[in-house]
């Protein structure tokens, strides 16, 4: 059975920070592309950061120099620690993993993230 599982999001102040941490088993994760989305309330889920099966990362221009993606392999785990957030990065933060070709991707249930004063 396939799970991703986010953790780590909640309540933070403006300029504060917050990891996220996404655990995932039922698939070959190693291989996987995995990353971060996110869904702002009354917008599209959109890409936050990715990184590849060989640690190639991708980043929105928003988040470059605040949020960064790493993965631990053995562990099957993505991570994004995020520092001076903004009212802005409010959303609900999926972990997702996907294998190109034959394409296949999988999502975690999404965990919300709000910055507030």
């Known amino acids: 059975q396939v799970q991703l599982v986010e953790s780590g999001g909640g309540l933070v102040q403006p300029g504060g920070s917050l990891r996220l941490s996404c655990a995932a088993s039922g698939f070959g994760f190693s291989r996987y592309v995995v990353g971060w989305y996110r869904k702002p309330i009354g917008k599209q889920r959109e890409m936050v950061a990715t990184?590849?099966?060989?640690?190639?990362?991708t980043y929105q221009e928003s988040v470059r120099g605040r949020f960064t993606i790493s993965r631990n392999n053995q562990e099957s785990s993505v991570y994004l620690q995020m520092n001076n957030l903004t009212p802005e990065d409010t959303a609900v933060y999926y972990c997702?993993?996907?294998?190109?070709?034959?394409?296949?991707?999988?999502w975690g249930q999404g965990i919300q993230v709000t910055v507030s004063p």
């Open positions: 997702g993993a996907y294998f190109p070709i034959p394409f296949q991707d999988y």
């Open positions: 990184i590849s099966h060989d640690f190639k990362t």
